[in-house]
């Protein structure tokens, strides 16, 4: 979804994470016409991780983790019940979300460029206006939010680059922030219709082939947003909803709409007293399996949830990240799941005070005081959302540093660094194939290789125009949205 999150505004993803036993959470997409899952299970250590302060920090107990041959049961039933439904493939060329097929922001397999250019690429297209959502990838076809002629637009191209339509709403409202835009909000697809939010208010279902399912407006039904900067916050869908988060000063809600008809399907509060701009979130839920039942895990007002994903209701909950009470401290970088652990960034990294976050998701009710695992108060990301690579999570620090971080004891395995600049990084990170891709907002778009737990920087690729949004990984090349054109690069580019 952009990297939009901040523009300063921002948010967005969307991941299934199914339990302990799995490496990743299972991800179920349409490829090539059929569902596929991705499913790894991995080998469950039980031994718990060593916490940081932990006089201040309160350790588990062993009544909080699950029994692990339950776990394991659990995770084969799903694998075995996912087997049968769905054809299980290991084809991850669709990239439905803003994060990717796994929410991740990563892929592991294919073979993707280290030079490339303005005037050094496969092809490029000029977009219809201004925007930083992030393109998302479907069977062959790309779908990107987008100003067109001062209103609200669905563009589809295709793999070469050419337009194969645009559905086109009403009447734009353009961004505040010089990296913001009235097309923040990433799309989201299910394989049957591409789901599309503006920051006009305009909540949209199209089909593939570019007719509107339906539409609906959010602001006239619920009120304006009042957000300092830009919405950033992505649609998300679970089996049943697509489902929109607001976190703002005022009434903040989670609201879930039926995927066919747009009908509102249930829509819960969520308000909490915070120091002034806390409550402004500009994250996209996650859509986790939290005790075998889909949830919704939701990252904002100093507050990390789980909802049911059925009625909306909070079914656990964990506070305490502020205790000094900073002030402007929005939540803008979207948490990453690995394993059990909720890998929160928040604090002001750019004004040098990050704060970084382990949180266990086992248990129920309110866990602040016994699910705090690890927290870093020397580390951390303000914007760009981290990727999650190999059980490691990544960090693209604000102003280029990088780091790559155990989510289990939150210590430092790798560091690394971009060139200074004077420009911040605002897009999040893409992880493919073992290459490190980070552009900056001047347009410099860096590769680095994080092979073997080592950081090595190979490239620096200027694009000649402003990049806010993220990287997108699709078919052994890397799309990347300008302010004015998308690029497509690869390894075998034409002169």
């Given amino acids: 979804m952009l990297m939009q999150r901040w523009q300063a505004g921002r948010g967005r993803g969307c991941s299934r994470h199914l339990c302990r036993t799995m490496r990743r959470p299972p991800q179920f997409m349409l490829t090539h016409g059929r569902w596929s899952a991705n499913l790894r299970l991995r080998r469950f250590s039980h031994r718990r991780a060593p916490l940081y302060n932990e006089d201040a920090i309160p350790s588990h107990t062993s009544k909080d983790f ?13 694998l075995v019940l996912f087997s049968a439904q769905f054809a299980i493939a290991a084809d991850a060329a669709d990239w439905p979300s803003w994060r990717g097929p796994l929410a991740t922001g990563s892929v592991e397999q294919g073979s993707y460029p280290v030079e490339f250019g303005a005037d050094n690429y496969r092809w490029r297209t000029p977009l219809p206006g201004k925007g930083c959502s992030t393109p998302i990838v479907l069977n062959g076809t790309i779908y990107l939010t987008s100003a067109a002629d001062g209103h609200d637009a669905l563009v589809s191209y295709d793999l070469a680059g050419a337009e194969k339509w645009r559905a086109v709403f009403g009447q734009e409202n353009p961004g505040k922030h010089r990296n913001g835009s009235g097309s923040n909000a990433s799309p989201v697809t299910d394989g049957k219709a591409v789901f599309v939010f503006f920051k006009s208010g305009t909540f949209a279902a199209v089909e593939t082939d570019g007719n509107v399912r339906w539409k609906t407006d959010l602001v006239e039904r619920f009120g304006k947003d009042t957000l300092f900067w830009d919405h950033g916050t992505s649609p998300v869908l679970t089996d049943k ?29 969520r308000n909490y007293s915070t120091p002034t701009e806390c409550d402004h979130g500009y994250t996209t839920p996650l859509v986790i399996q939290h005790q075998g039942n889909e949830s919704i895990l939701v990252w904002g007002a100093e507050h990390l949830t789980i909802h049911h994903a059925a009625d ?20 803008i970088a979207t948490p990453v799941i690995v394993d059990d652990m909720a890998v929160i960034a928040y604090g002001r990294n750019d004004r040098g005070t990050p704060r970084l976050h382990g949180i266990r998701l086992t248990g129920s009710g309110d866990v602040t005081l016994t699910n705090h695992v690890w927290k870093r108060d020397d580390v951390g990301t303000f914007v760009p959302t981290p990727a999650v690579y190999q059980g490691r999570v990544i960090l693209v620090r604000d102003r280029g540093q990088v780091a790559s971080i155990d989510p289990a004891t939150g210590k430092t395995i790798w560091e690394g660094a971009f060139p200074k600049h004077r420009t911040n990084f605002y897009a999040s990170p893409l992880i493919a194939a073992d290459k490190l891709y980070a552009p900056r907002e001047d347009g410099a778009v860096f590769v680095a290789s994080i092979a073997n737990d080592r950081f090595e920087l190979l490239s620096e690729n200027r694009m000649a125009e402003s990049i806010i949004a993220s990287p997108v990984a699709v078919s052994n090349g890397i799309l990347l949205r300008g302010e004015q054109h998308l690029f497509s690069v690869a390894s075998a580019i034409r002169e």
Avoid: I
């Avoid at 699950?66 to 799903?78: G, I, K, M, P, S």
């Avoid at 988060?245 to 819960?268: C, I, N, P, Y």
């Avoid at 656990?316 to 929005?330: K, V």
């Fill in 312 to 331: 909306g209701q909070v079914c656990w909950s964990c506070g305490n990240f502020n205790p000094d009470r900073n002030a402007l401290w929005p939540a």
């Fill in 241 to 269: 909803h697509v489902v929109m988060a607001r976190m703002h000063h005022g009434e903040s809600w989670l609201a879930a709409f039926d995927k066919q008809t747009g009908e509102l399907a249930w829509k819960v509060a």
């Fill in 66 to 78: 699950d029994n692990v041959t339950n776990r394991l049961f659990f995770a084969a039933a799903w």
